[in-house]
């Protein structure tokens, strides 16, 4: 296991449209965090799971977002009726909730969205 | 106001020069973070920090919670480490919040 996945990595879609983006952890890790990034801007936390449990949403998660991790291992990010403005990199990253010492939460390479 | 604030948002420095990044925070945090992040958008975890100093090859990060602040050194700076670096805390719930970065352009 080198590292968190995502895929894919880029997405082109059509307004109106819906898209599912998909996250592998660290395997050993518990907790799985989704992230948003815009242009020129730090990521801002969407939700988090412990497990298989969604702990915490954001208000941007907005009922057209919904995420899944079904079994607490991979996660999914589904994005209906997409709009432009949700044109962004979503981060995915993972962290061991034991694990104090190490560099804390570690990122996924990033799927970038473009709604046109 | 932001809870986490970064200065400057921009920094343009000749090879070699040493760099400093300054983080501000105003919640109660469990450790901080420093991210870099390149182009491509991936994100590297560089240091965790709740305490003191930690230090990697030419990366040194000191926190100081009395004051809620925190910086990032680069010594010998060389135009690889050009990238964004961002500052993000982790609050008593495990929450992260993120600061807006500090994009570092290192010129040869």
């Known amino acids: 296991d080198t590292g968190v996945s995502q895929d894919p990595r880029h997405k082109i879609t059509k307004r109106g449209q819906n898209v599912t983006f998909r996250c592998d952890p660290i395997?050993?890790?518990?907790?799985l965090y989704w992230y948003r990034q815009t242009l020129g801007q730090g990521p801002e936390f969407l939700t988090y799971?412990?497990?298989?449990?969604?702990?915490?949403k954001s208000r941007l998660l907005s009922d057209r977002f919904s995420a899944e991790r079904p079994k607490g291992s991979f996660s999914t990010l589904e994005i209906q009726r997409t709009e432009q403005g949700d044109s962004a990199m979503y981060l995915c990253?993972?962290?061991?909730?034991?694990?104090?010492?190490?560099?804390?939460?570690?990122f996924g390479p990033g799927t970038r969205l473009t709604v046109t | 106001k932001n809870e986490v604030e970064q200065s400057p948002q921009n920094l343009t420095a000749q090879e070699g020069e040493f760099i400093t990044i300054n983080c501000s925070y105003s919640?109660?945090?469990?450790?901080l973070h420093w991210l870099q992040q390149h182009p491509g958008g991936g994100i590297v975890s560089l240091f965790m920090?709740?305490?003191g100093k930690k230090k990697h090859g030419r990366l040194i990060a000191t926190i100081n919670i009395q004051e809620k602040h925190s910086s990032l050194h680069i010594t010998a700076s060389h135009p690889r480490d050009s990238a964004v670096y961002i500052c993000?805390?982790?609050?008593?719930?495990?929450?992260?919040?993120f600061g807006k970065g500090t994009r570092l352009h290192i010129l040869p």
């Open positions: 395997s050993e890790h518990n907790r």
């Open positions: 919640v109660g945090i469990s450790a």
């Open positions: 920090l709740s305490s």
């Open positions: 799971f412990q497990n298989e449990a969604q702990l915490e």
């Open positions: 993000a805390v982790m609050n008593r719930d495990d929450k992260i919040i």
């Open positions: 990253a993972s962290s061991s909730r034991l694990d104090r010492e190490s560099m804390g939460q570690y």
